[in-house]
C-alpha cells in the first residue's frame, strides 16, 4: 500500500476525479463526508469500495483532530467549501465558516497531529475579482467580488501564513475554473450543456441565464487534479496558478453547446435578470507559466473538447 490522502470535498466534483487519480497511483485514500440526510456520494459510487469514507465536517475542528489522529495521512487535500459563488451572497456567515475558517481549523488540526503532513489548499481565481493585471498570475493582487472570493482570500492568505509561521508543507493551488460532466448543475457550464442537451431531447424549450458576457478560462477538472498532486511533490511548498490561458464568454459558451447540438442557442436562451449578480467578475484568464515550467504541468483538453465532452455526456445520459 502506497501512502495515506485525505480528500475534504470528496463527493464534490474534484473530489471524485483526485480519488480516482489517487487511486490509480497505489495511495490509500480517506474521503472525509459531512451527515447528510440522504446520500450524496453519486460521483463516487463507482469506487467506495475502494475508498475509506469518514464522517466529520470542516465547521468542526474535534472531528479533523480525531480522523488524522486515526488515518495519520501524509497528505490532505482541502477541496470541502460552499463553493457556489451565487449562494455566497445569501449564505455569507456560513460560506465564511467553511470556505474560509475551515482551512484554519484543518491547519491547526495539522499542527497539532502531524506537521509533516503535505496540505494542498484550494484556492480559486475568484479571488481576483475586479481584475488588476490581464493575465492573472501568482503575483497579481487579489480584489474579491463576492463573500465567497473573500473568503477563498482568506484560506489563501491562512495557508500561507500556516507555512511561514510553522513551517508547514502548505501549498495553494489558485485554480481557474474548471469543469466536467460531473460538474454541479447550478453552475453555468453544466447548467448550459445540460439545458441544451433537454431542448434538443425535446423535454424544455428555454434556458434562463443571467450575464452572457462575463468571461472565464474554463478548463477540464481531470486535468487540474493533476496539478494537485504535482505541487504536493515538489521540494519545496509554494502556490501556483492553475489555467488555460484562453478565455470565453458565457454568449460563446451558448454558441458551442447549442451548436453542437444543430440548434440556435439565440432561439432558446432569456436572460433573467434575476440571475445576475450583485457584483460581477467580469474577466478572467490565468497564466500558468509557472505551473509549465516547475510542474510541468499544461492543460490538455481545451474550451471546445470540454463543452463537447460535456454536452455528450448529457445527452447520452437522456438518450441512452
Ligand atoms: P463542489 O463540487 O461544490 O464540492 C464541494 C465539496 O465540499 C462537496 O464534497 C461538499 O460536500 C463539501 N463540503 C461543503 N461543506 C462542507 C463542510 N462543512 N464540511 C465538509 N465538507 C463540506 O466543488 P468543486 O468544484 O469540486 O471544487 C473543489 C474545491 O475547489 C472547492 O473548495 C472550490 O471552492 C474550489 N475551486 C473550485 C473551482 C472550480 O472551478 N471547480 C475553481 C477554483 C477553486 P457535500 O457533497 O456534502 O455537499
Ligand atoms: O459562473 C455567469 C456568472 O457559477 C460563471 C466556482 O467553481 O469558478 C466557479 O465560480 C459566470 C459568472 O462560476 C448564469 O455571472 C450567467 O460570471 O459557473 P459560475 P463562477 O462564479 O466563476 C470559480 C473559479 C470558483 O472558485 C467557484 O467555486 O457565468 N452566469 N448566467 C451564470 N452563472 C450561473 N451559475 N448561472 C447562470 O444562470
Given at each position: 500500500m502506497g501512502p495515506t490522502a485525505l480528500i475534504t470535498g470528496i463527493t464534490g466534483q474534484d473530489g471524485s476525479y483526485l480519488a480516482e487519480l489517487l487511486l490509480s497511483r497505489g495511495y490509500r485514500v480517506i474521503g472525509l463526508l459531512r451527515r447528510t440526510s440522504?446520500?450524496?456520494i453519486e460521483r463516487i459510487g463507482h469506487i467506495q469500495d475502494r475508498l475509506t469514507l469518514v464522517s466529520g465536517d470542516l465547521t468542526d475542528e474535534v472531528s479533523l483532530i480525531n480522523l488524522l489522529r486515526e488515518f495519520r495521512p501524509a497528505e490532505v487535500y482541502n477541496?470541502?467549501?460552499?463553493?457556489?459563488v451565487q449562494v455566497s451572497w445569501s449564505q455569507p456567515v456560513l460560506t465564511g465558516e467553511t470556505t474560509a475558517l475551515g482551512v484554519t481549523r484543518l491547519l491547526d488540526a495539522i499542527r497539532i497531529v502531524d506537521p509533516e503532513i503535505r496540505f494542498y489548499q484550494a484556492s480559486s481565481?475568484?479571488?481576483?475579482?475586479?481584475?488588476?493585471?490581464?493575465?492573472?498570475?501568482?503575483?497579481t493582487p487579489f480584489y474579491p467580488r463576492s463573500p465567497y472570493g473573500v473568503a477563498k482570500v482568506y484560506g489563501h492568505w491562512i495557508t500561507v501564513n500556516y507555512r511561514e509561521s510553522y513551517g508547514l508543507f502548505a501549498t495553494s493551488g489558485i485554480l481557474f475554473n474548471h469543469e466536467s460532466?460531473?460538474?454541479?448543475?447550478?453552475?453555468v457550464t453544466r447548467k448550459v450543456t445540460h439545458g441544451a442537451a433537454r431542448i434538443a431531447a425535446g423535454l424544455q424549450r428555454e434556458l434562463r441565464l443571467g450575464n452572457l458576457e462575463a468571461r472565464r478560462d474554463w478548463g477540464y477538472a481531470g486535468d487540474y487534479v493533476e496539478a494537485m498532486v504535482a505541487m504536493l511533490a515538489r521540494d519545496e511548498p509554494t502556490d501556483y496558478v492553475i489555467a488555460t490561458g484562453q478565455t470565453h464568454s458565457v454568449r460563446e459558451l451558448c454558441e458551442v453547446a447549442f451548436g453542437t447540438l444543430g440548434l440556435n442557442w439565440e432561439d432558446h436562451v432569456v436572460v433573467d435578470?434575476?440571475?445576475?449578480?450583485?457584483?460581477?467578475?467580469d474577466l478572467l484568464v490565468g497564466d500558468a507559466s509557472r505551473a509549465a515550467r516547475e510542474l510541468s504541468w499544461r492543460a490538455q483538453v481545451d474550451f471546445y473538447g470540454l463543452i463537447e465532452m460535456m454536452v455528450a455526456a448529457d445527452r447520452a445520459a437522456l438518450v441512452g
Open positions: 440522504t446520500t450524496s477541496l470541502a467549501a460552499q463553493s457556489f481565481s475568484e479571488m481576483f475579482g475586479r481584475v488588476r493585471q490581464v493575465p492573472q498570475d501568482e503575483t460532466p460531473r460538474r454541479g448543475l447550478e453552475f435578470p434575476a440571475l445576475l449578480r450583485p457584483a460581477e467578475v
